[in-house]
């Protein structure tokens, strides 16, 4: 297992930024208006670019931005935005550079001239760069990460029992691997699964504070670097590779790939047997509890809902000869693409062959039903999530001061801890221990006094649908108020996580 390069290309979402001007107010463009404006005070769909690059160098890059809608950043000759096609090669282009704060400029390939906001309107006038051309880039991907070094090839994990950050996961099965990126105040917090934050001393912090505050430089690709402000920066130090600050790294040490916390799970029979890979690459439903073997990254396209289940071995399950599924598949076989099918948060999966998997009597995994029954339905539990955090259309789910109900339109998201009830089934309990209640009207509050059942289920590596106690599928609304009210799944029904 340790022999796995695990890290793959990163994602597209995992290049995407938010760009935040001297203000505060974030670039956005104006779908209707066909304008670039900088007014906007949070992150949302309209303020996150992709960068993409066509000659990065060092410090600096050509680039171009591209929103969520496929179109363009442009600068005109006048000095004014728009957005749009390009209608020539360097149309659209910018020479991006990297300034040791942090901070980002983009100057305009034909005019010479930066782009620059006067915190309302946003344009490209001048020629010297000053103060107001500088843009602050905050990673547009959920907040739910991991961070890989690809000069130690493992990823950062985080150890309760001693208070530190080790990087030295060469598989980031472990719930212990995931950190929640907290943006605040141009800084940031990484707070650990079990509710810490790395801190300036080396140690895990109880509560955030300026001790947990860290400035994060962000390359295209999804590179980035923690530094304290100082003079110290963050990485991978002596033979264990303890994650702390220092001012010497050598040979990069200190930038890390910044993904989404991936989706592991695990699968139990009709049995209540785990399915779990024995003599290197059989899969038998034998082990009465979960072990790394027992462990499948969830890796579905979102638009077909074609699966691949990887194992911790680095392959991924295949349909072979005699109908047979075992741990040996690469990427692109076709014998590792699954159908899926749900049936009350019970997963039931097609083989290639067009038939679905069971269990046989000696545990062992074949692809043998012609139609699926109690034996080809498999428990599925989320194996490195002990909590959800839920973005949807409009923001993240959340608490509001100004509004009892639940919110779908948050910048900073709250955790929903998961307490398993039944495989699919879930109570959700709020940040200070009660649980969510649901109203009448489909509405939600944190701070009910007995567990409710909820049911989720996959659409994708990162994306579940959630049934509601009240039978309807919980749903973000554009009034920013979350909603259990649809029959059917539809887009404000499914959220990232």
Not at 445 to 466: D, M, Q, Y
Not at 469 to 494: H, Q, V, W
Request: aromatic share 12%; proline share 5%.
């Amino acid at each position: 297992m340790d022999d796995v390069e695990w890290t793959q290309s990163p994602k597209p979402e995992e290049l995407r930024v938010g760009l935040i001007s001297w203000a505060g107010s974030y670039l956005t463009y104006e779908t209707y208006k066909n304008i670039v404006t900088a007014t906007a005070r949070g992150l949302g769909r309209r303020q996150t670019w992709e960068i993409l690059v066509s000659n990065q160098h060092d410090a600096q890059a050509v680039v171009r931005l591209r929103s969520f809608q496929g179109l363009y950043l442009l600068c005109e000759a006048d000095g004014s935005l728009s957005y749009g096609r390009p209608r020539t090669s360097h149309h659209g282009c910018f020479l991006l550079r990297f300034h040791r704060n942090g901070k980002w400029t983009l100057q305009c390939i034909i005019s010479g001239r930066y782009l620059e906001s006067d915190g309302e309107d946003v344009f490209c006038n001048s020629r010297v760069l000053s103060a107001y051309h500088m843009w602050t880039p905050r990673p547009a991907l959920h907040v739910h990460v991991i961070l890989y070094s690809p000069i130690n090839h493992c990823y950062a994990r985080a150890d309760p029992t001693t208070g530190r950050v080790w990087v030295d996961a060469p598989v980031p099965c472990l719930e212990e691997c995931g950190f929640l990126l907290h943006f605040q105040d141009g800084c940031y917090h990484l707070e650990t699964s079990t509710h810490f934050f790395l801190s300036h001393l080396d140690r895990l912090a109880p509560q955030p504070s300026s001790q947990t505050a860290f400035h994060m430089q962000v390359r295209p690709g999804g590179l980035v670097a923690l530094s304290d402000g100082e003079g110290g920066i963050l990485y991978p130090q002596g033979t264990r590779l303890l994650l702390g600050l220092g001012s010497s790294p050598h040979r990069g040490e200190e930038w890390f790939i910044l993904q989404r916390c991936p989706t592991w799970v695990s699968l139990r029979s009709k049995t209540q047997k785990f399915l779990s890979i024995i003599y290197d690459v059989e899969v038998y439903a034998a082990s009465e509890h979960v072990t790394p073997m027992s462990l499948f990254q969830f890796e579905c396209d979102n638009e077909s809902l074609a699966l691949q289940l990887r194992a911790a071995n680095g392959c991924y399950l295949a349909q072979r000869h005699h109908r047979t599924v075992v741990a040996n598949g690469h990427p692109m076989e076709s014998g590792t693409f699954f159908h899926m099918h749900w049936n009350c948060g019970r997963i039931i999966l097609q083989a290639p062959n067009g038939r679905f998997l069971g269990i046989i009597d000696n545990g062992l995994l074949m692809a043998k039903a012609t139609i699926p029954g109690p034996n080809e339905e498999f428990g599925i539990r989320l194996a490195n999530r002990p909590f959800l955090v839920l973005r949807g259309r409009y923001g993240y789910v959340g608490t509001s001061s100004e509004h009892d109900l639940m919110k779908c339109n948050m910048d900073q998201p709250d955790c929903i801890h998961l307490l398993p009830c039944r495989q699919g089934i879930y109570h959700f309990q709020a940040q200070g221990g009660s649980f969510w209640s649901i109203t009448s009207f489909g509405t939600f509050r944190p701070w009910g006094k007995f567990a409710l059942n909820f049911c989720i289920e996959l659409h994708g590596s990162n994306l579940l649908t959630v049934l509601a106690p009240n039978g309807f599928y919980m749903r973000s609304d554009r009034s920013g108020t979350l909603l259990a009210d649809s029959e059917e799944i539809t887009k404000e029904c499914i959220w990232e996580f």
